[in-house]
């Protein structure tokens, strides 16, 4: 393609030389913006008689006596032109140079997606991404190119031009490129981007002007495998407890089975198999997902213990959850002289004569222990048999946040979400899920703890998790949530507990785009009334502006254009947001009338409201036998002698009518022209209520609003705003109604409750856009405010650990948020009762320890501590500062002693 275009252009210089060179233009070629300004300077080097421009704009006419001549155009908008300079010279060939000219246009919209129709795609498979490119010129200039992050993959020149157009064309053309891949599990979430690049020469803008589509982000789904060893062997003692983790990669996520020695079952126990009373032999685990399978072994061999076993323990292993009883017993199976628990609480003294001792403890509140049962037996070793027991609390909450510290995102921008886990134990038992929607996304076993504590901890910590995002538009209003699974093993809780945060909405920002063709054709009758719906999708709802023919200025006339005085031609509607722009092209062809236009209307077309006076003059432009005006109401008769009529009507009440101005030409076709009417009605009351029928919401539930309009006219101009506070969050204009008369519509928004939304005002408004000729601005009608009731469990602002140090008086203040307004608990040191006192705790004879609040309603609970220390009293102080002096001092003479001693011994 590029080898052809220096083809021509070298032809055309070649034709240039025929006259010896006796013109020159200054800049010889140039590359232009459509609708920029252009010029040129043609200068002659020998004798003429006079010189001059030809071309399809803005030509030069023939002029003598000057050396040189500027062609300029103030907006250039032809597509193709060859503009030539010539000089006349008397007995000699005309001087002639044609100028080249490239004009150029960026593309309106440059987009990519899969031609596969699909949201995932499944590893080694092939697919096909479809760049599509908008109307650009030329497109000989135009080269595609691919990327795959930010590597470039694939460059394209031999693209497709929609509409049969050629690729010689120089007017705009929308073409598509498409790239051939092979998905791979190193390319899930990878992105792919397509680029128009316009190269246009050294005169062409530098760089080359490209425009890049948004990131297209793939997600490829793939079967399970496991990094490192298939086969892992441990060595332990029976009753040790111990953790075998199987974690695959896969997607999406695996499940995971369990088969264990002497049994084919297998057991869905999740990724972590953890027991302290494994057989010895091979545990098998598979993961799994729809698309295949991988499996891992783990080989457990016991150790030879040197007491044979001669104790046993019912059960083997507890998980216990923390402040609950927890009972076990200890059994010996040969002679022995006494038997008896260690432990760190409620540890039972030796005890002879008996076969079995149970260790008992009302509540368990200890988080490490491994408690010791033991028999002694003379002259041979101590039976000993060690318990394994796991002490598990579950969060005190979970919750879920973007750390980007926006209300909304940008479409194909990253985004970082955080899960916060607030004091779980045991961590190591800790699987976070991350879900978008009702579908499992990401599983996290490597999140971060909190005050640098380790992942091996037993006591509570606080850990978090993130999930990096690049949110599309097909994201707007989606919900992400997190969970926190403590699985304990077949000894703990089953199902494993889980604790699910309240899901985060994610708000999309994304440029406005068109579903279906972005060029529409209208072949109508002068006069009829014409419609051009031009609805984007965008986010924040977009701006409507409109350019007609014979007018570069934009109009912003709303998202539809309504009249019946619509020149021919070309009428753009351009949707804008603050991301960007698309637009739609609507053609407007006027067939052709027998009567050849011999009357006018003034005005052409009316809009009046219901009731009110209308009055209209039809203005006849031949000879004619008589003229009139035929219509449902004050029709006008025949008339002879006239050059105009008028209709008028006081008070009009019908809805539907299109009167029509007649005149009559003997032994020729009648006149007619019909007049364009809209009668318009506002609305009886414009009213928004919840469909749900109930006072209040709860947080993380959908509900529907509903806005009902009663009796407005034409229906068919009506847009439905929503407003959140003071902020447009809607637009619905889907009302397929042919009737002109009044009719009763609704609306509805969806919603999904959250606490920053509880006494949020929902208004919807009837805007009645009737074109140019109808009120301006728009009419418009607004609801009465409906302000919501959010209910949500209570949450602590702040620190949930206060340290206090005790003096006379201490208050302890534990407010928290919530509504229903919450009830607060206290659980003193030594007492596991909560008492009802009051978010506030004030008393001079508080104990050290730890005081926990806990802040509740029927929607959940919250809890703070406040750790209770002593302040050293002013005597105490005293002491230290005087022993802080005394010591150095009482050094210093002592080493004085020594040293004189010394010097006299010697």
């Known amino acids: 393609m590029r080898s052809t275009q220096g083809s021509v252009l070298w032809l055309i210089l070649a034709i240039g030389v025929a006259a010896d060179g006796c013109l020159e233009l200054h800049p010889p070629r140039v590359v232009v913006r459509h609708g920029d300004l252009v010029s040129v300077n043609c200068t002659v080097s020998t004798d003429h008689s006079a010189m001059g421009w030809t071309a399809p704009v803005d030509d030069v006419p023939i002029t003598p006596g000057v050396q040189f001549l500027t062609w300029r155009v103030e907006s250039l908008r032809i597509w193709d032109l060859m503009p030539l300079c010539y000089a006349n010279r008397p007995g000699k060939p005309q001087c002639k140079e044609r100028l080249s000219v490239t004009v150029y246009k960026p593309p309106d919209s440059v987009s990519v997606s899969s031609m596969d129709s699909t949201d995932s795609m499944v590893e080694g498979s092939q697919y096909q991404l479809k760049c599509e490119i908008q109307n650009i010129a030329p497109v000989q200039s135009l080269t595609v190119k691919w990327y795959k992050g930010d590597k470039l993959v694939h460059e394209d020149r031999d693209y ?39 190269d246009l020469g050294p005169e062409g803008p530098q760089p ?69 009373t494994l057989l010895p032999g091979t545990y098998t685990c598979t993961a799994s997902n729809r698309l295949g399978e991988d499996s891992k072994q783990f080989v457990i061999q016991h150790k030879p213990s040197a007491a044979d076993g001669c104790l046993e323990l019912h059960p083997p292993r507890v998980v216990v959850r923390h402040g ?66 796991t002490v598990y609390k579950p969060p005190d909450s ?48 490597d999140y971060v703890t909190e005050d640098r504590k380790s992942d091996r901890e037993k006591e509570p910590v606080s850990v978090s998790s993130t999930l990096l995002i690049t949110p599309s538009r097909a994201d707007d209003k989606v919900q992400y949530t997190c969970e926190a699974e403590l699985d304990l093993g077949p000894e703990g809780p089953q199902p494993p507990l889980a604790v699910k945060s309240t899901p985060l909405r994610v708000t999309v920002h994304y440029s406005p785009y068109f579903l279906g063709a972005k060029t529409v054709t209208y072949s109508v009758y002068k006069g009829d009334e014409v419609r051009l719906p031009c609805t984007a999708e965008g986010n924040p709802p977009p701006v409507y502006a409109w350019s007609t023919p014979g007018s570069l200025e934009k109009h912003h006339d709303g998202s539809v254009f309504i009249s019946s005085t619509l020149l021919p031609g070309t009428y753009t509607c351009t949707a804008s947001n603050r991301l960007g722009e698309d637009s739609k092209q609507f053609v407007i062809q006027h067939k052709p009338s027998a009567a050849d236009g011999c009357l006018e209307l003034h005005p052409p077309r009316v809009v009046v409201r219901h009731g009110d006076p209308v009055s ?46 007649y005149a009559n030409r003997p032994g020729k076709a009648q006149c007619k022209e019909r007049l364009s009417v809209t009668v318009y009605k506002l609305p009886d009351s414009v009213s928004v209520s919840s469909v749900n029928s109930t006072d209040s919401m709860v947080e993380g539930s959908q509900y529907q609003l509903k806005c009902e309009i009663q009796n407005i006219a034409p229906v068919q101009n009506l847009t439905v705003k929503w407003y959140k506070g003071d902020t447009l969050v809607h637009e619905d204009r889907d009302y397929v109604i042919e009737d002109k008369k009044p009719v009763s519509v609704s609306s509805t928004l ?31 009608v607004k609801s009465t405010p409906l302000s919501i009731t959010v209910h949500y469990s209570p949450y602590f602002l702040g620190a949930k650990t206060v340290t206090v140090y005790k003096g006379d008086e201490v208050r302890l203040t534990c407010t928290a948020e919530g509504n229903p307004p919450p009830v607060y608990a206290w659980s003193t040191p030594g007492s596991l009762e909560k008492h009802h006192n009051g978010s506030v705790f004030i008393s001079s004879t508080l104990l050290p320890g730890t005081y926990t609040c806990t802040a509740s309603n029927r929607l959940g609970e919250d809890s703070k501590q406040f750790i209770i220390e002593h302040k050293p009293s002013d005597n105490t102080i005293y002491i230290i500062i005087t022993l802080g002096l005394l010591v150095p001092v009482v050094l210093i003479i002592t080493c004085s002693v020594l040293m004189w001693k010394s010097r006299q011994t010697h």
Request: net charge negative; proline share 8%; charged share 20%.
């Open 160 to 198: 497709v031009t929609e509409d049969g157009k050629s690729d010689r064309e120089k007017e705009p053309v929308s073409v598509s490129s498409t790239l051939l891949i092979t998905a791979n599990r190193t390319d899930d979430k990878v992105q792919y981007t397509c680029e128009a690049e316009l």
């Open 208 to 276: 080359p002007l490209a425009v890049k589509s948004t990131p297209l982000r793939v997600t490829v789904h793939y079967s399970p495998y496991f990094l490192g060893a298939k086969t892992e062997t441990y060595s332990v003692y029976k009753g040790d407890e111990v953790r075998l983790p199987c974690t695959a990669e896969g997607n999406p996520p695996p499940v995971y089975a369990w088969s264990t020695p002497g049994s084919l079952e297998k057991h869905h126990n999740g990724s972590v198999f953890i027991s302290s």
């Open 324 to 389: 609950d009883p927890v009972s076990v017993n200890c059994t010996v199976s040969t002679d022995h002289s006494g038997m008896g628990w260690a432990a760190p609480v409620d540890d039972v003294p030796i005890t002879p004569g008996v076969q079995f001792l149970t260790w008992r403890v009302e509540s368990l509140r200890i988080w490490y222990l491994r408690p010791l049962c033991f028999a002694n037996r003379p002259g041979k070793p101590q039976c000993k048999e060690r318990l394994s027991v």
């Open 398 to 445: 979970v919750s879920v946040s973007s750390m980007d510290s926006t209300d909304s995102m940008v479409e194909g921008s990253q985004y970082q979400l955080k899960c916060e886990i607030q004091n779980i134990a045991p961590v190591q038992n800790l699987t976070v899920k991350w879900y978008k929607g009702d579908t499992l996304v990401h599983e996290d076993r």
């Open 616 to 661: 209209v003059n039809c203005t006849v432009s031949t000879d004619h036998s008589g003229m009139g005006w035929a219509a449902p109401v004050d029709e006008v008769p025949i008339t002879p002698g006239v050059q105009f009529l008028t209709w008028r009507v006081e008070s009009l009440t019908i809805w539907d009518l299109k009167p029509l101005c």
């Open 750 to 780: 969806l919603i999904t409750a959250n606490r920053t939304d509880d006494k949020v005002q929902y208004t919807c408004e009837a805007e009645l856009d009737l074109g140019p000729e109808g009120p301006q601005p728009p009419l418009a």
